[in-house]
């Protein structure tokens, strides 16, 4: 037996003037239409996805966190407290 995907179906109403772009687009690419769709939102899909998990900093925010990591400001006393009730806490003295 030959392992097939398992497949799920997407719907869409489009203005004709869409359908027809997206028509033309894959026409021109030698795909089906819904080829053509499926990759495409795929491709968006994945940059979308990646652009969401991307951290983007200017000169001076970079230089900022750099220094931060380089020097970093003293632990603050209710931080210092908290590490030791958690040791406390967990008994993981």
Do not use: Y
């Amino acid at each position: 037996m030959l392992d097939e995907k398992k497949t799920a179906r997407l719907e869409a109403r489009l203005p004709e003037e869409i359908h027809a772009l997206l028509k033309e687009a894959a026409d021109l690419q030698g795909r089906s239409l819904s080829d053509f769709v499926v990759a495409s939102a795929r491709e968006a899909a994945e940059e979308a996805i990646a652009r969401s998990n991307e951290i983007r900093l200017t000169q001076t925010e970079q230089k900022r966190f750099a220094e931060a990591l380089v020097n970093p400001p003293p632990v603050a006393p209710a931080l210092r407290k908290a590490m030791k009730n958690r040791e406390r806490l967990l008994d993981l003295s």
